[in-house]
């Protein structure tokens, strides 16, 4: 089964940039459609971005333009690549493997935008 653990979340200011990443133990990650979700405070948990498994990504309009998925197979590890962060953009970021068969989630990292 694999396992996923999401790290490089932190506090940054407004009109800056962060990276997260996505590491998985247990099984390739080469089989599964990749997605980044995040959950606000008082808010349900939505999709940012998702990259599947042949390279192809989509993204959350809110998200559109300033952020980027991409996967590294060899090394495991899916990451998230955010610019032009505002406050809104605050939450947990959680890593998902997912499957016909299954779903898996990591523990979440979260992301503050603030001054």
């Known amino acids: 089964q694999v396992q996923l653990v999401e790290s490089g979340g932190g506090l940054v200011q407004p009109g800056g940039s962060l990276s997260v990443s996505c590491a998985a133990s247990?099984?390739?990650?080469?089989?599964?459609?990749m997605g980044w979700y995040r959950q606000a405070p008082g808010k349900q948990r939505e999709l940012v971005a998702q990259?599947?498994?042949?390279?192809?990504?989509n993204y959350a309009d809110s998200v559109k333009g300033r952020f980027t998925i991409s996967r590294d197979n060899a090394k495991n590890t899916v990451y998230l690549h955010l610019n032009s962060l505002k406050p809104e953009d605050t939450a947990v970021y959680y890593c998902?493997?997912?499957?016909?068969?299954?779903?898996?989630w990591g523990q979440g990292t979260q992301v503050t935008v603030s001054s």
């Open positions: 247990g099984s390739s990650l080469t089989p599964y459609t």
């Open positions: 998902n493997a997912a499957s016909p068969y299954f779903s898996v």
């Open positions: 990259i599947t498994s042949g390279g192809a990504a």
